[in-house]
């Protein structure tokens, strides 16, 4: 029963560099969404989708995208990366109030950006 | 938005303590729950609640949704339950977003 499963565990990238956070989910929820954690911000969300081929903003998103292809699948793309991008970032499947579903989480991406 | 509000922000516990953490929440909410992230950094789920009361081992929990706060129990605690505990709530009513507290950022010595 894998969850929520996120990948890389770690990752550092030059300034300018792109790269994709992917995230998969096995639940089947429709809703999914990404997180960065910064020290002594909490969580703080980035994007979310309510389902295949639907995606909203969250708090954060500048310097990221997103899309949702499939349920299961929700990747993060950081286009050109910046050294305030450094942070661990989350992905959630589930979680969504009307749906009254419980959040899980992946394990975290910890992002180095020099 | 939803405001989530978290104390104490750090609390330190000798081995087989008792605590009370808290979470006051500014509006109605569909979703809150508790999360402990280990010092390895995984969110762990501790509890799903919304209402009511739940117990899970020496964890216990308890949503007043009409007053608009939770709180978390840990009793003899213990040093692996050292971390950060969140809660997170979703407002009724259109907010599609889960919103985190701060935490309270927790150590128990031996």
């Known amino acids: 029963n894998a969850g929520v499963t996120q990948t890389p565990k770690f990752q550092v990238l030059k300034t300018g560099q792109s790269m994709t956070l992917q995230c998969a989910q096995d639940?089947?929820?429709?809703?999914m969404s990404w997180y960065r954690q910064d020290p002594g911000m909490g969580l703080r969300l980035i994007h979310y989708?309510?389902?295949?081929?639907?995606?909203d903003q969250g708090e954060v998103p500048n310097g990221y995208n997103v899309s949702r292809s499939t349920t299961e699948d929700f990747p993060l793309r950081l286009l050109s990366a910046a050294p305030s991008q450094t942070s661990v970032y989350f992905c959630?499947?589930?979680?969504?109030?009307?749906?009254?579903?419980?959040?899980?989480f992946g394990q975290g991406t910890r992002l180095t950006v020099v | 938005g939803i405001q989530v509000e978290q104390s104490p922000p750090d609390l330190i516990l000798q081995e087989g303590a008792n605590s009370t953490l808290r979470c006051n929440f500014s509006?109605?909410?569909?979703?809150l729950q508790w999360f402990h992230q280990n010092p390895w950094g995984q969110l762990i789920n501790l509890f799903y609640?919304?209402?009511g009361t739940k117990q899970n081992g020496r964890l216990s929990a308890t949503t007043v949704a009409t007053e608009r706060y939770s709180l978390l129990y840990i009793s003899s605690s213990q040093t692996t339950d050292s971390g950060v505990y969140f809660c997170?709530?979703?407002?009724?009513?259109?907010?599609?977003?889960?919103?985190f507290g701060k935490g309270t950022k927790l150590t128990v010595n031996p």
């Open positions: 609640i919304p209402s």
């Open positions: 989708s309510v389902g295949a081929g639907i995606t």
């Open positions: 639940m089947n929820h429709e809703y």
């Open positions: 959630a499947s589930g979680g969504l109030g009307f749906q009254n579903t419980e959040a899980f």
């Open positions: 509006d109605s909410v569909n979703n």
């Open positions: 997170a709530a979703v407002t009724q009513g259109g907010s599609e977003k889960l919103v």
